[in-house]
């Protein structure tokens, strides 16, 4: 029995066998059906925001929404965050396959040095306001970077992709760093090869005068595990704007500054600054229930809850919720945990919560580890948009190879006036 959708359509009594492939439909199929005698290009589906529909076939994430589940190539998350680094992991996500011992090295070693940025980079950085936020000037930069690497339009070649590759996932710590030394006033600091590559992240942030900066190995690592955790989530709305600039052929430097802007946003990576500003403006564990009513009210959300695609516990949040106690235990306590455990105690019992499945996500407990570790809360969309990069390209260089793709053309249902004849402006009332 072949796998097919057998549709009948009422006004015309025909029927049509749609193929099932892989649990989809092709929409294309369903144009054969016309929806009246003029038709001709047949029937299509409705679905803003992509609530249904498969827009690529990928290999890189699998993510079970219902039951919890994350995995990069394979390989589950919780494995790879007690067990890999944020490199190894990338090299996973963009090359199919955890590197060998031999590889890792090699990957390492173009990582480190690609680092430095030029120095025009930084003049350009240096022109911002004193007070830009830091994710403006990140995918600003990042948009800038197609101006210093023009042989990145050839992005049909191999080699050439390669290259872009390593440069992309070396030096947007650097420009995070820039960006973060530059809003308050201190000199950048060249990265450091002798450091690993959240070691010398740390380096870039937070060295003042002395000549070596001592990285400490559990924030080190803490860094690490947050960066394997954000790396790629599949087609989420700036890997989505990723692959639809990047359809246009445009060189991968203008495709990520695109997708940098779609994460800059309080409903997507902007949600763990947003959880901040939230903890901070309720204030006291005593205030929590008042702001609920609100919530439920529709007076505001409860960011770094809820999710598209998970209706259960997002599983990068249960590791996060352990890298906060090792992270706490150098830093010490961060005063919001409190409302933080408390806001989700009440939460996952209330019944508007429940029956609309809304759990904790990745950046409800992110935001209190990074301000723990001295981040200020406009950095922390930055600190998404490091890590997510090695998620873009490989998302971005699986959409170039693949066949099926073509520019991203969305189809409208036009609701508009019909036509009618222009009105000369003295005849308009
Ligand atoms: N607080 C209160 N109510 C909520 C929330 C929330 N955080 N999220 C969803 N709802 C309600 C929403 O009002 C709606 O209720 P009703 O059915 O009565 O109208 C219902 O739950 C479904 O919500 P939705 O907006 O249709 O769900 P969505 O899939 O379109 O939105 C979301 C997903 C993540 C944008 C949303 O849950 C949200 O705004 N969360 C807060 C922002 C946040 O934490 N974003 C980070 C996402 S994880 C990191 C990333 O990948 O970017």
Redesign the pocket.
């Known amino acids: 029995m072949p796998d097919t959708l057998t549709v009948t359509d009422n006004r015309t009594g025909k029927q049509y066998e749609i193929p099932i492939k892989d649990g989809v439909i092709n929409a294309t199929a369903l144009r054969q059906i016309k929806t009246g005698p003029e038709d001709i290009a047949g029937l299509a589906t409705y679905d803003p925001?992509f609530?249904n529909t498969a827009s690529c076939r990928s290999k890189i994430t699998y993510i079970d929404g219902d039951q919890g589940v994350l995995e990069y190539r394979g390989y589950p998350i919780e494995q790879l965050a007690e067990r890999s680094t944020y490199l190894e992991t990338a090299y996973l996500i963009l090359f199919g396959e955890l590197p060998s011992a031999a590889q890792l090295k090699e990957w390492t070693t173009q990582i480190t040095f690609h680092t430095m940025l030029h120095e025009n980079i930084k003049k350009l950085m240096e022109g911002f306001q004193y007070d830009a936020h830091p994710m403006g000037v990140f995918l600003s930069t990042v948009g800038a970077f197609s101006t210093f690497y023009p042989d990145a339009k050839k992005i049909f070649d191999e080699a050439s992709r390669k290259k872009q590759i390593h440069r992309l996932i070396a030096k947007v710590p650097s420009v995070a760093a820039y960006a973060y030394r530059h809003s308050i006033g201190r000199p950048y600091i060249y990265p450091d090869n002798d450091l690993s590559f959240t070691g010398n992240f740390l380096n870039m942030l937070f060295r003042m005068t002395e000549l070596k900066y001592k990285v400490d190995p559990a924030l080190e690592r803490a860094l690490d595990v947050l960066f394997i955790l954000h790396a790629d989530?599949e087609q989420?709305?700036?890997t989505s704007a990723m692959r639809g600039i990047g359809s246009s052929h445009v060189d991968p430097y203008s495709a990520m500054a695109g997708a940098a802007a779609a994460?800059y946003g309080?409903?997507?990576?902007?949600?763990?600054e947003?959880?901040l500003r939230m903890l901070n403006e309720i204030g006291s564990v005593q205030k929590i229930p008042d702001f609920i009513k609100r919530?439920?009210a529709?007076e505001?959300?409860?960011?770094?809850?809820?999710?598209?695609?998970?209706k259960s516990y997002?599983p990068r949040a249960k590791i996060i919720k352990k890298t906060a106690d090792e992270v706490f235990e150098v830093t010490g306590k961060n005063p919001l945990l409190e409302i933080a455990l408390e806001l989700e105690r009440i939460a996952l019992q209330d019944e508007?919560?429940v029956t609309?499945?809304?759990y904790p996500?990745?950046?409800?407990y992110s935001g209190l580890i990074y301000q723990a570790m001295g981040f200020p809360v406009e950095m922390f969309p930055v600190l998404?948009a490091i890590p997510r990069t090695s998620g873009w390209i490989a998302q971005w260089e699986e959409m170039i190879l693949d066949p099926e793709q073509k520019i991203a053309r969305p189809k409208q249902v036009y609701i508009g006036a019909s036509r009618r004849d222009y009105v000369p402006l003295d005849k308009r009332s």
């Open positions: 925001a609530m989530h989420n709305c700036s994460l309080p409903l997507h990576g902007g949600a763990n947003a959880v919530v439920k529709g505001g959300r409860l960011m770094g809850f809820g999710h598209r695609v998970y997002d508007y919560f609309r499945k809304l996500n990745v950046d409800f998404f």
